[in-house]
């Protein structure tokens, strides 16, 4: 599967922003989805998934009460919704899929298709 993620930008703190990840190829309903982020300097850290069936949905506690995963799987979309932003959730963002099969992972190694990124810059 491939995956393009778009919807970043400037933000005030305190603002909105709604990221999305398109998927082309088939068999999208059948992956986890996984959004990952990296600051400048730092490590790409978890985010937030989602599986494949949308029952069940993960989050870091730095972003849990803001930011909601969903996905539509009649539409290969997957999108986290970001509220309530910070000057640290300043970052690029990327969308990931690994196989539904497995349990939700948290881990970069843990996820087998990546998009390009979309950066995110939350000013004060």
């Known amino acids: 599967v491939q995956l393009q993620a778009s919807g970043g930008g400037l933000v005030q703190t305190g603002g909105s922003l709604r990221l999305s990840c398109a998927a082309s190829?088939?068999?999208?309903?059948?992956?986890?989805m996984g959004w990952f982020r990296q600051a400048p300097g730092k490590e790409r850290e978890f985010v937030a998934a989602?599986?494949?069936?949308?029952?069940?949905?993960y989050y870091a506690d730095s972003v849990k009460g803001r930011f909601t995963i969903s996905r539509d799987n009649a539409k290969n979309m997957a999108y986290l919704q970001m509220n309530s932003l910070k000057s640290e959730d300043t970052a690029v963002y990327y969308c990931a899929a690994h196989g539904g099969s497995l349990a939700i992972r948290r881990t970069v190694d843990g996820y087998t298709y990546w998009g390009q990124g979309t950066l995110v810059t939350v000013s004060s």
């Open positions: 190829g088939r068999s999208f309903s059948t992956y986890n």
């Open positions: 989602v599986t494949w069936d949308a029952r069940s949905t």
